[in-house]
């Protein structure tokens, strides 16, 4: 029992009441923080669902696509080649541009395809042991007839001290051909060379330097996302989707690295992408 009069009672009394209101409050935030992880919980497994069915809609809209796309450049091959009878100039003409078109939107249904099947965790990698020349040999004949006539040099370095790698070539190939397709869009005159050099005793970097209208600091940033695209005078000319550098950091991911930029706008831009120059056979996940 308290005694109302020992003071010393009084502030027990007076701490115990605190303790119990300090107690009550606690209580209530944390009914409030389990609330907001319930909230919190609901919307990633909606937002999960909607990227679900985000991935679901490219890969069949892509897909359903291709057919079409198909044959519209089959029938304009074979108006081009002249095997039902001979066209005119103009019509000569207008079939390219057909072909050229089609075979733009092509290109993005391949890539909106390749993006849905990684998000849906459908895209797996096939390492195999192969050497690094022969792939700029393969990049390099891939460039010739773009490059062929043009203000810009396509220049691959001798890459030296690289062991043969083990990872997926066709993957690398492909990053590779993304930074250098940019490369030569975005570079009005000079050069586009590209190296190779080891990073450390584990790592390799491939390296796409231009010398082409760069790309301010503050739009690095977001340059891997999905359709980023900097607006440019250049931009305005050139179409283009805006999925290739999205499709290079994914595919980085996949082969257990990393893609980045540097740049300065009006000198030029330097993309690259680190990776294991032999993938690890555990690590190599089929996400
Ligand atoms: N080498 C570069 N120099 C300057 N800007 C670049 C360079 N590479 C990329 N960019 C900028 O980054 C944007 C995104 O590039 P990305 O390859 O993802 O798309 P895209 O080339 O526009 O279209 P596509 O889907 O056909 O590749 C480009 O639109 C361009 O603004
Ligand atoms: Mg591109």
């Known amino acids: 029992m308290t005694d109302s009069s020992d003071p010393d009672a009084q502030l027990i009394e007076r701490l115990q009441l605190e303790n119990e209101s300090l107690r009550v409050e606690l209580e209530e935030t944390n009914q409030g923080v389990l609330a907001l992880y319930a909230e919190l919980d609901s919307q990633a497994e909606a937002l999960r669902q909607a990227s679900d069915l985000k991935s679901r809609f490219l890969s069949y809209m892509s897909h359903e696509f291709r057919t079409p796309l198909g044959s519209i450049l089959s029938i304009a091959r074979l108006l081009s080649d002249e095997l039902d009878g001979p066209l005119n100039e103009e019509q000569h003409r207008q079939i ?3 072909r050229s078109a089609a075979g733009e939107l092509s290109d993005m249904v391949g890539d909106l395809l390749d993006l849905a099947k990684i998000e849906a965790g459908r895209i797996s990698i096939s390492p ?11 990049l390099r004949g891939m460039f010739r007839p773009i490059v062929e006539g043009d203000a810009v040099d396509l220049i691959f370095e001798e890459p030296e001290g690289i062991p043969r790698l083990y990872t997926d070539d066709k993957k690398l190939a492909q990053i590779l051909r993304n930074f250098i397709s940019n490369a030569l869009k975005f570079t009005p005159a000079g050069e586009v060379r590209v190296s190779a050099q080891m990073l450390n005793a584990r790592e390799v970097r491939f390296a796409v330097a231009d010398t082409g209208i760069g790309i301010p600091a503050d739009l690095q940033a977001n340059l891997f996302e999905d359709f980023s695209q900097v607006d440019s005078p250049l931009q305005k000319r050139l179409r283009g989707t805006g999925l290739g ?3 290079c950091k994914r595919f980085a991911e996949l082969l257990g690295g990393y893609v ?17 120059h ?10």
């Open 278 to 287: 032999a993938i690890d056979a555990g690590a190599a996940h089929d996400a």
């Open 96 to 98: 390219a541009f057909i």
């Open 128 to 138: 195999a042991w192969f050497d690094m020349l022969d792939l700029f040999s393969a």
């Open 245 to 247: 550098l999205a499709l």
């Open 260 to 276: 980045g930029v540097d740049s300065v706008p009006g000198k030029g831009s330097v993309f690259y992408v680190v990776i294991p």
